[in-house]
């Protein structure tokens, strides 16, 4: 990558040098700029900008903005800039792509609403190309000063390879005490000719910039604040080296800076982190938000006097090689006590004051660009009341549904029409954000989206099959946020809450309608008879999610009754999915071996486990036969793995307290004898001197002295014993 970098700076800097032997040095009447005798040159008369028009005239001008301009329409801008804009407290809107590719000057005292859309028509569809894209914001690339600015807005693109931030791609200059609250959405999905997936090449993604190498102490971002969220390298595919940061991809001289906005990378090999994806010499940086990595991914120098919020999920660092690593966790309620942050400068670049908060009067820390901002606004709250809007994009309807607000169904009710994408937001109270991401066809989990941003698919006819939603924010631990889906096949789900799971995933069923609703924390969550919705009326109301993957599994019913899960590798087929309760695994009538199996206890009640042991072609019985402790327990496998060897017969045992309280049933469909009877609790079921395999099982829990199970699933035993032996 910077090799590429280079080979795309190198002649426009060649080209820049020439012009300053040639150019007065008046032309450079930046701030700050002394001339050979010392003194300070005086800077050009500037430009009063009212239009357009008035605008990208003279690259070396200094011009003045004295109202807010629209760049609808607008296809200007500096190639290099080198004088002074600026912006004077007013705003640039609909900015469709940077108004500087080289900036060599001042940007100072301008917000900015973005409006970036790339790889797409007007409809949001992607564009057959082989798209590549390095952009930033406000500039291409930064090598003077970027000062006191506010960013809002998007940047939305699909690209083949990309590299994109909200102020500057690059920076070799300053970029100080800029705000960023616009969201980055880099989609890298490329079909060639054919229509085949092409793998993407790599994308980098910054909330202020992709790369800030700093070389040296005037190459540097200092006291910028990153709000926007959902500053992630998205995929519907995956790129193959993905990088992003709160502040910036991957660079160094990072000081005093404040990241809140989400952060994700997703690719064969990723780097992301809450400050900086990789990166060092960054201090005096807090990280708010919940992302694995708070402050770094990579620690490519010393990161010294950085904080987050305390999580069990959350590490500071995840590479920190040989560099210093001085970071502290704090707990949320310490976010407003001065003491918690050593060595910060409270007399020039953070600012403690006393703010109103639930009602009471407390300390708020913030960087002094950020409190002065009048964008931003203070984090004041006093349990305004909130508003949470939501608007899905239905099979055959597509947006034409109305927006929905404060537990309103949005969707379909009896139609069998899939939701295929989703937007959220909130409104009322200040720095109160949500963030949303969709369980998709054929994608799984999708990166987060944010305040307004769409989550799901366009065009693809593709069903969303679960939710999550979290508030965010420094006012999101005073709110709950509640939801509940209905889904194919089970109706009405019981009501989510904050970032838990809603819906189906691993069964292949569409989310036909959503509610959402926030409260104040503290308050009564919504009940099931909810809205238009009547509890009365509902199939389903005992669980919120039902999933079957590799690392989770929930299962409707009552929580506190034991439920066992299982799955079996399959000749030709491998894996299968979980199966759980006396479902069966496996196959029927295709003569397909067993040649693996887990299982494991769901929702116990009492202490203990499982264990089991697999009579395996060749090897014969796993481990000791006759003891137990030397069996495969709570989903560890139990068989071979790409040995094509057939599972013969299997013994299976509750532990602990848990055998005390139930008893264990299985049955197993064996070659040429079908399914055979029950055995239970450790005894043998299967068969043995036959070389006979194993082609499905059920499995099934039972209170201790329960009746023996019959026909379960739909599956009737052909055969009483449980075990055929010579």
């Not at 006191?148 to 070799?172: H, K, L, P, Q």
């Not at 809450?274 to 120098?301: D, F, P, R, S």
């Not at 496996?586 to 199996?597: H, N, Q, V």
Request: charged share 25%; net charge negative.
């Amino acid at each position: 990558m910077i090799k590429k970098l280079m080979t795309r700076v190198l002649p426009i800097f060649i080209s820049i040098v020439m012009c300053i032997i040639i150019m007065p040095l008046t032309a450079f009447a930046t701030e700050g700029v002394i001339d050979d005798s010392g003194e300070q040159v005086e800077a050009a008369e500037p430009i009063y900008v009212y239009t357009v028009e008035d605008l990208f005239g003279d690259n070396t001008a200094n011009y003045v903005l004295m109202n807010d301009l629209d760049l609808e329409g607008n296809e200007k801008f500096f190639d290099n800039y080198f004088g002074i804009l600026d912006g004077n407290g007013y705003k640039l809107t609909n900015v469709k792509r940077p108004i500087i590719n080289n900036n060599y000057g001042t940007i100072k005292n301008l917000n900015f609403e973005l409006n970036i859309q790339l790889g797409t028509d007007e409809e949001g569809n992607y564009i057959l190309e082989k798209n590549e894209y390095h952009i930033g914001g406000v500039c291409n690339t930064n090598y003077g000063l970027i000062s006191n600015c506010f960013v809002d807005g998007r940047i939305y693109m699909y690209a083949y390879e990309a590299s994109v931030a909200s102020v500057a791609e690059t920076n070799y200059g300053i970029i100080e005490k800029v705000i960023n609250k616009a969201n980055i959405q880099v989609i890298s999905f490329y079909l060639n000719d054919k229509h085949e997936m092409i793998k993407p090449n790599e994308g980098y993604v910054g909330g202020i910039s992709c790369f800030s190498p700093g070389k040296t102490q005037d190459n540097a971002i200092r006291e910028c604040v990153n709000i926007g969220n959902a500053l992630a390298v998205n995929a519907t595919y995956k790129f193959d080296y993905a990088v992003s940061g709160g502040i910036v991809a991957e660079g160094k001289n990072i000081f005093d800076c404040v990241n809140r906005g989400a952060v994700v990378a997703i690719g064969d090999e990723t780097a992301y982190g809450g400050i900086v994806g990789k990166g060092g010499n960054v201090k005096n940086c807090i990280n708010l938000t919940g992302i694995e990595y708070a402050i770094a991914h990579e620690a490519t120098g010393d990161i010294t006097n950085c904080y987050y919020p305390e999580d069990d999920d959350v590490q500071a660092v995840y590479d920190s090689g040989d560099y210093i690593v001085d970071t502290t966790a704090f707990e949320r309620e310490e976010y407003n006590k001065k003491e918690t942050f050593k060595d910060f400068d409270f007399d020039n670049v953070w600012i403690s004051t006393d703010g109103y908060y639930n009602g009471e009067n407390v300390d708020f820390i913030y960087l002094r660009t950020e409190y002065y901002n009048d964008n931003i606004g203070h984090y004041y709250n006093d349990n305004e009341d909130v508003t949470v809007s939501y608007h899905t994009h239905i099979q055959s309807y597509g947006d034409t549904q109305a927006i929905k607000k404060n537990g309103e169904m949005s969707g379909t009710s009896g139609e069998a029409k899939r939701l295929e994408d989703i937007w959220i937001k909130v409104e009322g109270v200040e720095d109160l954000g949500i963030q949303y991401t969709t369980h998709c066809q054929s994608y799984g989990w999708l990166p987060w989206s944010a305040d307004g941003e769409r989550n799901g698919t366009s065009g693809e006819g593709k069903r969303l099959e679960a939710i999550k939603i979290r508030l965010s924010g420094l006012t999101a631990d005073d709110y709950d946020v509640y939801y509940r889906v209905h889904a194919q096949s089970y109706g009405w789900l019981g009501w989510a809450k904050n970032g838990q799971p809603s819906g189906t995933a691993g069964l292949g069923k569409r989310l036909e309608g959503i509610q959402v609703v926030v409260v104040k924390r503290g308050e009564e969550g919504p009940g099931l008879d909810y809205g238009e919705i009547k509890a009365s009326t509902l199939p389903h109301d005992e669980s919120a999610y039902i999933s079957v993957s590799d690392e989770i599994i929930f299962i409707p019913g009552n929580e506190t009754t034991a439920n066992v899960s299982y799955r079996t590798h399959v000749q030709s087929y491998g894996w299968q999915k979980w199966k759980h309760n006396g479902e069966m695994s496996g196959t029927s009538g295709e003569s397909k071996r067993l040649e693996g199996i887990n299982i494991k206890l769901t929702n116990k009640d009492y202490e203990g486990g499982i264990a089991y042991t697999t009579h395996v072609q060749t090897y014969g019985w796993q481990g000791d036969e006759n003891d137990s402790s030397k069996w495969m327990t709570d989903g560890q496998m139990s068989g071979t793995s790409g040995e094509a060897k057939r599972l013969e017969a299997i013994k299976i045992k509750l532990t602990g307290e848990i055998a005390n309280y139930y008893d264990i049933y299985y049955r197993v469909h064996a070659q040429s004898y079908g399914w055979l009877g029950w055995a239970k609790n450790g005894e043998p079921s299967g068969t043995a001197g036959y070389a006979k395999r194993l082609e499905g099982i059920q499995i099934v829990l039972v209170p201790k002295g329960g009746a023996t199970p019959t026909n379960h699933d739909g599956v009737v035993s052909t055969r009483t014993e449980a075990y055929i032996t010579k």
